[in-house]
């Protein structure tokens, strides 16, 4: 029996070897191109600050990508910022492109620490890396991933003026 157990054992291991083996060389898919299109304040609740991220996801395949829910995860030089998670369902069309919106919260320790590295740091840009997954697609869904930096109008640019002397 415990021959039978084994043999058993090692025909699924194989067999789950070759399935993933199978989807990792899936011919013909590029990455979902996925980019921030906007940003607006939402009501918040005592310590954290809310915002609804606009995110413009490009699908450049010949199959739509079907999803139902999103996650994302934003980053603000180099530190973590902002998360949010929305279960809306929907399809970017092949060779098409879909806005959706991801409600995400800031809580007040990741606020401080923005204003402490702004302070501190340099003020001409800020980088940005926004990370996430459409679920719902094929095992664990599409994950994505978008890197950019933005330039800070001139007045923020600019470094404190020194305190003056007595």
Known sequence: MDVLKRLWRHWLLGSAWLVLAGCATWPGTDPLQVSLAGVESLPGEGLEMRMAVKLRIQNPNDAPV????????????????????????GSVPRFGEAVLVVPVTVSAFAMAKQVYTFAMGDRSKVTYV???????????????????EFELPAGLAATPAAPAPN
């Open 66 to 89: 079907n999803y139902d829910g999103v996650a994302l995860t934003l980053e603000l030089r180099g530190l973590d910022f902002a998360s949010g998670v929305s279960d809306v369902q």
């Open 130 to 148: 926004a990370r996430g997954k459409l679920a719902g697609s094929g095992f664990g869904g599409v994950r994505f991933e978008s890197k950019g």
